[in-house]
């Protein structure tokens, strides 16, 4: 079974400038995480969906944070303008339902530094 | 709210040694309580669940964790460390019954010396 995928694994971006993070979740999985790990911090969920709908975006800044899952399967994060407290790691994680005990894989990430 | 705390944020073992990482959690309802790795450019993987059926939960690599309700502590551990379980171990909390959403802990690094 192929696991979460994302792209680019690296970004490395100035300040003011956009980027975007592409995920696919694993098959079948109706449920798709994204979260933002800063370094030395454990994972921090920005945004989770349901299908193609929103469950919670409660942490998501959305001054300049957004994200789609727009056929319910790959979800694409995008971040406008980018700043410097930015920079980290962007997991994407999948679970083949939303309850709370259900156990999410994650993929192994993409680590932006914006400069 | 839910929330974890980890005791350690750097634990050093010696290879062939018992590893112990603490974690403490507060939960407004009884919880399930999750262990996740970290290694270095992976993903996370799920090391063990707690979902109430067993206190004592075996999980993969030869880890364990024990739920203590009294102490509320979800200490996870191991009898002899491996070089390969160096890595950053988080343990993990949902934060609702009905969402998906997890609160993870600080972390811990485990150094493993030969």
């Known amino acids: 079974e192929a696991g979460v995928a994302q792209s680019p694994r690296y970004k490395i971006i100035e300040k003011r400038q956009s980027v975007a993070f592409w995920c696919n979740p694993i098959s079948g999985h109706a449920t798709l995480y994204w979260y933002q790990q800063i370094l030395g911090q454990g994972p921090k969920l920005l945004i989770q969906?349901?299908?193609?709908?929103?469950?919670?975006d409660s942490q998501l800044p959305k001054d300049r944070f957004s994200a789609e899952r727009l056929k319910g399967v790959d979800s694409t994060l995008k971040i406008q303008p980018a700043k410097l407290e930015d920079s980290a790691v962007y997991l994407c994680?999948?679970?083949?339902?939303?309850?709370?005990?259900?156990?999410?894989?994650f993929g192994p990430g993409t680590r932006l530094t914006v400069l | 709210a839910q929330s974890v705390t980890q005791l350690d944020s750097h634990v050093s073992v010696s290879e062939g040694t018992p590893v112990l990482l603490r974690c403490n959690y507060s939960?407004?309802?009884?919880?399930?309580l999750f262990w996740y790795v970290q290694h270095p450019n992976k993903g996370l993987q799920l090391l063990l669940k707690y979902t109430s059926a067993a206190t004592l939960v075996k999980g993969i690599n030869g880890f364990e964790a024990e739920f203590k309700k009294s102490e509320t502590s979800f200490h996870l551990t191991k009898p002899s460390a491996h070089m390969s379980d160096a890595a950053e171990y988080f343990c993990v909390v949902p934060g609702s019954s009905n969402t998906g959403k997890l609160i993870f802990g600080q972390g811990t690094t485990l150094q493993v010396k030969p």
């Open positions: 939960s407004s309802y009884s919880p399930s």
């Open positions: 969906f349901q299908n193609n709908g929103v469950v919670d």
């Open positions: 994680a999948s679970s083949s339902t939303s309850g709370g005990g259900n156990e999410q894989f």
